[in-house]
């Protein structure tokens, strides 16, 4: 069974620049969340989605948004990028809907912002 | 984003020893918490996990141990093995309702095994 694929797996762009990574879930996993993690910040939730709608949101300001399809692939984006963007961007996806199962993370997408 | 901590611990062990990693958690009503295991250029890996419903539970060479009153979470791996030598993370469900998938994540500790 595949597990999570993120594409691509290293990204380098120009501040004010707008960035989008994608993320194909476990099959049959309806739920992608996407998470940052920085060595100085940790791992840090972005959002969630379930059945193509957002059901939860970090406290991540505006320029941070993502989308889900029909077959549950997600994609987040950043527009107007900052050097404090550069981090690694994980997608994790889960089984259920329901809150309280396990996580399987991808390899990530680390994002250089120059 | 939610500041959870610039430090990051390390505990060192022998080889064959066993390691406790410690993780304390902020959220009371969290009622499901997991390990993960990150390697360099890799992502998170699950160890195991636990409900709040439980204190302990065990898995291959790992036990997850569970305080609710002091909001405390330990890993337990015996037998530590060179392979074991990653950064471990605990999470907890940070929300208080039944839905979603937003982990809050510790700050994380790595495991260095001596040979």
């Known amino acids: 069974k595949a597990g999570v694929t993120q594409t691509p797996r290293y990204l380098i762009k120009t501040r004010g620049q707008q960035v989008t990574l994608s993320c194909s879930p476990i099959?049959?996993?309806?739920?992608v969340s996407w998470y940052q993690q920085t060595p100085g910040q940790g791992l840090q939730f972005l959002f969630e989605?379930?059945?193509?709608?957002?059901?939860n949101k970090g406290n991540f300001p505006g320029r941070f948004s993502g989308r889900q399809f029909s077959n549950s692939r997600s994609e987040m984006n950043v527009s107007t990028l900052e050097l404090g963007d550069s981090a690694l961007y994980l997608c994790?996806?889960?089984?259920?809907?329901?809150?309280?199962?396990?996580?399987?993370f991808g390899q990530g997408t680390r994002l250089t912002v120059v | 984003g939610e500041s959870v901590g610039l430090h990051l611990p390390t505990l060192s062990v022998q080889e064959g020893d066993n390691s406790i990693i410690n993780c304390a958690y902020s959220?009371?009503?969290?009622?499901?918490f997991i390990w993960y295991k990150q390697e360099s250029g890799k992502g998170p890996q699950f160890i195991i996990d636990?409900?709040?419903?439980?204190d302990k539970r065990q898995g291959q060479r790992v036990t997850v141990l569970l305080n609710k009153t002091v909001k405390h979470l330990s890993l337990q791996i015996a037998a530590t093995q060179p392979g074991d030598s990653a950064v471990y993370f605990c999470?907890?469900?940070?929300?208080?309702?039944?839905?979603?998938?937003?982990?809050?994540f510790g700050p994380g500790t790595r495991l260095s095994v001596l040979p």
């Open positions: 636990i409900r709040s419903n439980m």
């Open positions: 999470a907890e469900k940070g929300v208080r309702r039944n839905y979603g998938q937003n982990f809050v």
């Open positions: 989605y379930f059945s193509e709608t957002q059901r």
């Open positions: 099959s049959g996993h309806r739920s």
């Open positions: 994790a996806s889960s089984l259920v809907g329901r809150g309280g199962t396990e996580a399987f």
């Open positions: 959220n009371s009503a969290s009622d499901y």
